[in-house]
């Protein structure tokens, strides 16, 4: 017991523990006792909970309130489903719905998107170059809390506007939809989609990795820093913009992934999926699960969704009602999510324990080991 | 009064600068306006490395705007540059990194981090973006050096949050030194301390000052008389006075400065009195 103890107590340790579990439970359990159709939803599950990892990087450690993630969610699957359209229609050939809206013309800066090379690049990159130019532009002007709350989410309103007005170069209301390969497999084979399940699940277990290392890195405690002091890091030499804009950087990248491995799995992508409601949601499921903790936010994202989608089919009016509930509830009560609440219980009976007996707690002091004035100073004057 | 020693022993390279020289700071003519209102109204200032320098006034005499200019906080025109590096126009982590630290009069360590993280991030700012990626294994030398001359080595894997007001006053101190400041800028160090704690930050500083430029800014008249080795007086955005501790204080300009404002003596006795009674008893205060 012991021995498990002070082992449990390392990093490492816990790490291989939780990524056995992890692994165990996404590639042995679930494959094996889920039909192809829950299967492919929870694989649905993981691309959202992607969003949720970078939120949790850039929420929970670095403190700044992403509300328009759709942006980047968008971005990813937008490019993907580009990709897709242009796979389906052959070479040289142009995507159905253009034929249908538009001049049956393939727009110049489609073109490039037939690369499935430029595609998997693209998806990347682009995220990354949007979050990087504005992410640097606003925290360098030190604009953080609400306004770069409203301010993210403004431009994720634009977004779904822009893609809703573009019908004959984006699909409009409709989107993408109608997939029928990814990268030369058949969408439609049951095979296929159990493989789209495993990548998604490897790619969201190598995000946690990512963010494990992001968080106990030097990196990390500088983001805290930035957070917490961000005036004073400055005064340390440091530029807190540069550090914000890294951490939204990569919260945009992991969201462009998530929306990307979306396209094929769901067969849609719409303003509906990327807009302001879903980028709340991709939220509500961070904060439920705990935003600063490694697991709170893909566990939380995940149980969201499940919730989500089991309730509305019983229940499909109440649905919106209870998630509402639970958010207020958490917010309101448990600030740091669930994740707080299993603290709590795990401190419980080790704060019993180390409770003074009250016969000694005046001759021992029970600040002594907090405060200064005890053993701690004692020593400096010495 | 018997003064307690804080052990600076093992401070030794720590708060040596990687050169040693005579660093030192030289003002020009600063001024900084607020809109129509003049906070600091072109003074000149000049200290030099080995010396501790203590900047009073009245309260709204322009002391922490002076500090807020050099450390690019607040636009001032003039001149103001230190080991011969402009410091006016550059932005606030160019200005840190050309070795001018400062602190505030709230304590602003970082609390979700530990002791050891706080002065390991101070000691970083020059470190690569790729050992930023890296976990921390063990701090680098000087933050051990650091730890021990702040007397909070044993406190290093405490959360900086839960520290007395006394320690993150010196945590901020360490953070200097971790940083390699050469020229320090203290804004009310010793504000909210007891008389121990307030001998062992004197006598820290006494050590910093031998081999660094620092400057502090104070109301507490007798930390500034047991401790001072020259004084600067501000009034009202101008320099009214400088010279040594005796100098200063028979200054006629100054007395009537300090006399003028019998509601700020008043205020300084109570501050005497809350800090008498916190000597007495500082563990029912702590608690």
Redesign the interface.
Known sequence: MNTFRSLWATTWFRLLVGLAIGIVVLFVLAPAGLSDFRLSLLARFLCVAMVAVGIGLAWGQGGMLVMGQGVFFGLGAYLMAMHLKLADAGPGGVPDFMLLYGTGELPVWWEPLRSPAVTVILIVALPALVAGVLGYLIFRRAVRGAYFAILSQALVAAFAILLIGQQQTTGGTNGLNGFRGFFGYDLNDPANQRMLYFIAAAVLVGMVLIVW??R????G??L??VR??E?????????PALVKTVAYVIAAVFAAIGGALFVPIVGIISPADVGVVPSIAFLAGVAIGGRATLLGPVLGSIAVSAAGSGLSETFPAAWTYFQGAVFILVVGFLPGGLAELVGRVRRLPARRRLRPDPTTASTT?I?SG????GP??E???? | MKVPAIDVGELGEAIRPEFVRQDYLEVRNLRVSFGGFVAVDGIDLTVVQGELRFLIGPNGAGKTTVVDALTGLVPATGDAAFGGVPLLGRKVHRIARAGVGRTFQTASVIEDLTVEQNLDLAAGAGRSPLSLLRARRRPPESVEQVLEGIGLADLRHRRAGILAHGQKQWLEIGMLLAQNSRLLLLDEPVAGMNAEERAQTGELLRRIAELRTVIVVEHDMEFLRAYADSVTVMHRGRILAEGSVAEVQADPEVIEVYLGHPAEEEAALIAAEQAAAYEQNPEENNA
């Open positions: 290392q992001l106990r890195s030097r990196f405690e500088l805290v820093a917490d002091q005036n004073r890091t400055r005064f340390l030499g440091y530029n002091g600040t907090i405060d200064a004035p701690d100073t020593r400096i004057h010495a």
